[in-house]
C-alpha cells in the first residue's frame, strides 16, 4: 500500500459515489468507496483512511452508527469523518458533533469541487 493519503467515501447513492470518486480520483486522490455503513467501517479497518467523508442514511449502519463505531476504535478515533449528507435538522448536527465529527455538511449546500477542496484541506494538515 502506498504512503499517499486514502479518502475513504461512504455513499450509499450510487450516482454521487461515482461522481465524488470521479473528482477525488482526477484530483490523484486514492479513494476507497463503501455503498453501506456496515462495509464503511470495514474498509476505515483495512484501509485506515487518512480522512472519511460519510453519508448518514446508509443501510446495514447509519453514518451516525459507523461514526460512533469509529471513535470507539483506537487505530480509528483520531481519523477525521466528515458527514456529508442531506439531513439538515438542527438535532441531527448536534448529534454528529457530540459523537466527534469533525465537519458537517449538506450535500445540497455544497458543489463537488467545494467537497474536494476541503478534502485537500484535511489531507494537507
Do not use: W
Not at 465524488?20 to 453501506?36: F, N, P
Not at 458533533?97 to 469541487?113: C, N, T, V
Request: neutral net charge; charged residues 30%.
Amino acid at each position: 500500500m502506498s504512503n499517499q493519503p486514502i479518502v475513504l467515501l461512504a455513499e450509499d447513492d450510487q450516482f454521487l459515489r461515482r461522481m465524488y470518486a470521479t473528482k477525488l480520483s482526477q484530483a490523484g486522490i486514492e479513494t476507497v468507496l463503501a455503498e453501506d455503513g456496515k462495509q464503511a467501517l470495514d474498509c476505515a479497518r483495512k484501509a485506515k483512511p487518512s480522512l472519511v467523508l460519510l453519508d448518514i442514511l446508509m443501510p446495514k449502519m447509519d453514518g451516525f452508527e459507523v461514526l460512533a463505531e469509529m471513535k470507539k476504535d483506537p487505530n480509528l478515533k483520531d481519523v477525521p469523518v466528515v458527514l456529508l449528507t442531506n439531513l439538515s435538522e438542527v438535532e441531527d448536527v448536534a448529534r454528529a458533533k457530540k459523537l466527534g465529527a469533525s465537519e458537517y455538511l449538506i450535500k445540497a449546500h455544497f458543489l463537488p469541487s467545494e467537497v474536494l477542496a476541503m478534502v485537500r484541506r484535511y489531507l494537507s494538515k
